[in-house]
């Protein structure tokens, strides 16, 4: 298995090009499974969960080719081969759950395994079956398996989401499209990524309003057609890079940010004392004057301050000037990456929900294991400030979510290396 080693200590300075976004991709992949017609990709990221979903799409008959160096995905799903999607890739990576409604819509049934838990969480997808059942489906769980079916085709109505999920979301509007009559999500999630699903949709010939806010109304359509459509930059990678020179000190400029997709963590940062300006091509961050302010943080659904950066802020409060606190509010399980920075010298305590972490003078490199992806790039951006070598291990999880890191920090002066295990 490979290994990352980081040699800690050195300021960072250059620029980073933000990629497409991975969970922006994962989901507009399926939605090509909801017409005939080719849908075609582009500012993909390459990233191992994609090749996953192209896995399974290829699976179900969608054909998938990466073009330009995967860059640019061609999708199309002529014909629907197979509505099962299997439990041996399923289990692999639980955005896979999103071809439940695209399937189900375009075939009226399918048979889609259960993902299971994770690390993060115990993460149930009921809520995306509520939400089918209210569009008509008929349900039955099974051998591990949701059998979904709706012979006379789904029809609109209107549902509240008791939580805002993301992925519960994203296939009740894909399955909404191709639904007979109105649907209309209430409480529906906000994240950049779904209003970029609907916007692509939308290309597609889809009827939506509303998207980017708690009700997004959906006039079904008989037919959707093919499509060209560009991902939006991953606002986590963003956040992620931003994070490098506030920690490790030096400017780094994120080209292709936008301030818009991360509106809490920019304030977060600011409040923390950590530069955010706006270039005209980007973000460029760097510490106003040498000292981390401490902040409290709650991780909440957009616009809120994302769970997907909380890692990566503790690891930059790990050096703060007091005491912080960061509370973790979508996940149960979501602070597998403390231990492991206590072991390079931070002070942090963790009570249910609420991390509390005590700022050090400095971190010192250690060999640490990498628990899931955003964990995983916390204990990078450790190691970037820290003194010495930190070798982190189960890299395997960073190439589910960030493309080319080495590459990437190394252009701005880090010393990254994978070691080929
Ligand atoms: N939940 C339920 N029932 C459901 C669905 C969700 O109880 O039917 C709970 C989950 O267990 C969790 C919370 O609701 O505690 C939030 O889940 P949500 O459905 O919003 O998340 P998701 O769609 O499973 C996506 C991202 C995650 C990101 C979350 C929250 C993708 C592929 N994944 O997951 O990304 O953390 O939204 O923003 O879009 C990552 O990239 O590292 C990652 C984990």
């Known amino acids: 298995m ?44 390459r990233l191992s969960d994609i090749r996953t979903m192209t896995d399974l799409l ?51 049934h399918a048979e889609v395994s ?8 115990a993460r149930p997808v009921d809520l995306h079956l509520r ?16 059998h979904a079916k709706a012979p006379n085709g789904l029809k609109g109505a209107a549902f509240e989401l008791p939580f805002a ?25 906000r994240e950049p990524e779904i209003v970029d699903l609907a916007r692509c949709l939308r290309a597609m010939g889809a009827r939506i309003e509303g998207e980017g806010s708690p009700e997004i109304t959906i006039e079904g359509v008989e037919r959707l057609h093919g499509a060209t459509h560009r991902v939006v930059a991953d606002r986590i990678e963003l956040g992620t890079y931003m994070l490098a020179p506030a920690i490790a000190g030096g400017r780094v400029e ?5 301030r818009a997709l991360l509106g809490a963590f920019c304030d977060k940062l600011e409040e923390a004392d950590i530069a955010v300006e706006e ?60 231990p492991e920075l206590l072991r390079m010298g931070a002070r942090i305590e963790v009570h249910g929900g609420t991390a509390k972490v005590t700022g050090v003078e400095g971190l010192r490199g250690a060999p640490v294991m990498a628990t899931d992806l955003r964990a995983s790039v916390s204990l990078i951006l450790a190691g970037l400030a820290a003194e010495g070598e930190t070798t982190v291990s189960r890299v395997y999880h960073l190439d589910r ?21």
């Open 165 to 189: 999920s993301v992925g519960a979301t994203e296939n009740l509007l894909m399955a909404a499209t191709l639904a007979k009559g109105t649907t209309v999500l209430k409480n529906a999630a």
């Open 58 to 108: 290829r699976s179900l008959g969608c054909e998938v080719a990466a073009l330009q160096a995967g860059k640019v995905l061609a999708l199309g799903a002529e014909r629907i081969a197979s509505t099962r999607a299997d439990y041996e890739i399923v289990r692999k990576m639980r955005a896979s759950i999103l071809v439940l409604g695209p399937l189900l819509a375009r075939e009226g």
């Open 2 to 45: 490979d290994k990352i080693i980081v040699t800690g200590g050195k300021p960072l300075n250059g620029e980073i090009v933000i990629s497409g976004a991975k969970n922006a991709c994962l989901t507009l992949m399926p939605a090509a499974l909801l017409t005939d017609e080719p849908l075609t990709l582009t500012n993909a990221p």
């Open 114 to 121: 259960l993902p299971g838990g994770c690390a993060i969480g």
């Open 131 to 146: 939400g089918l059942e209210a569009l008509g489906a008929e349900l039955d769980l099974r051998d591990g398996y949701v």
């Open 254 to 258: 994120l080209i292709g940010g936008e």
């Open 401 to 421: 979510g960030y493309e080319r890191l080495e590459d990437k920090l190394q252009a701005c002066g880090a010393q990254v290396e994978r070691v080929k295990g």
């Open 279 to 338: 270039t005209g091509r980007g973000l460029a961050v760097s510490r106003r004057n040498g000292v981390i302010r401490p902040l409290h943080v709650v991780t909440e659904p957009y616009p809120g301050f994302p769970t997907d950066l909380q890692a990566q802020m503790m690891a930059m409060l790990t050096l703060g000037a007091g005491e912080s606190l960061l509370e973790e509010r979508i996940f149960e399980n979501r602070f597998m990456h403390a």
